[in-house]
């Protein structure tokens, strides 16, 4: 998904002094390399600790980068990503071959070479590195369907109707084909059997209902979507994946595959103003709405996380068990530190811990009944 917190170009007004603002994108740089290590991107982790410490101003990029006005962090303009994700997208179109020599498939490089390779990057390639910058970084990690279709197995298990699907944040739509891919939870398998992509996440505890949910329509939004049918999307969506994670790249390429056959239409709106527009509008008896989002809704303007919850609210008060509402959300979630869970929020009914996962799919813990 896009972040949503501004359009995505470089903030114009000025909140702190130039030396504090470097001291939080170097701070952003760190934290950054910690997340990429604990998901498993020794590369990437290196890359971002090594532009903590060594960038400067003498290009423009540095100045660029060094000189953000606005949240440099993860949450907000996630301009670690924006820096790695340029780079790598070069990496990809053969436009640095230099630097193209310390990325994988080849072993992890020594730290002082790796940065003489970028600093020369910024130095012959700053006009290409640019407008990067301006771009929020893109991700449609569709390792996140294989916890989000566990979820429609629990859904349907308990109300065993045709789903109309609602994503947020839903960047190209691929995560909006979920029932069209296959996966292994545990020792069962579930899914569209002989599927081009076949999710295996680890699985600890036991496994949802082995349901086929059918769906019956699916939509989403984004304030900046991507289209799977166009290469310079495709491309841009590669670009953000770690390029040590081959397994992300190829999952990725697969969904590709399958979008082309299923196209999903992404409306390109602000998440809140979609979803009191379309949740609810055409309520039908003998059908069941549900609403997801993964790892999107802390991107929000807090007014539309509010809009959307107060919506949620309003609509689930006049759901019925034979036209029930469901909120998904696969998130960060403020009572388990640094984990993510998926709740399901069901009207007439209650909140359910379902699940925690990896924020790329790579294990979940079943964790409902």
Known sequence: ?????????????????????????RDAFRLQAEWCRNLGSPFTSLLCALAAENLDRSTLVGETILSWEGDPDAKADSVPLRFVGALNGLVRKGRLPELARFYPPNLLPDGEALWAAVAGALTTAGPEIEPWLDLAPQTNE?????ILYAGLCWLWAHYPLPMRLYEVGASAGLN??????????????????????????EWEGEAPPNMTPRVIARSG???????????????????YVWPDQAP??????????????HPVHV??????????????ATPAWGEMQILFHSIAFQYFPTASQERIAVHMEKTGASATRDAPLAWMRFEADPELDKAFSLR??????????LALGDAHGRWVKWMAG
Request: aromatic share 8%.
């Open 176 to 201: 909006l084909n979920l029932d069209r891919y296959a996966y292994r939870f545990g020792e069962d398998t579930f899914g569209a059997a002989g599927s081009a992509l076949f999710l295996t996440p």
């Open 248 to 261: 992300r790249v190829k999952r990725l390429n697969a969904a590709f595959a399958i979008a082309q056959h």
């Open 1 to 25: 998904m896009a972040k949503q917190d501004h359009d995505g170009k470089r903030p114009s007004k000025a909140t702190a002094s130039p030396a504090d603002n470097e001291a939080r994108v």
């Open 142 to 146: 569709v390792g996140r369907s294989s």
């Open 267 to 280: 409306e390109r709106r602000d998440a809140a103003a979609w979803v009191e527009s379309h949740i609810g």
């Open 344 to 353: 399901v929020r069901v009207w007439p009914g209650e909140d359910h811990l």
């Open 221 to 239: 939004c984004d304030v900046a979507p991507l289209d799977a049918a166009l290469p310079r999307d495709r491309e841009r969506l590669l670009a």
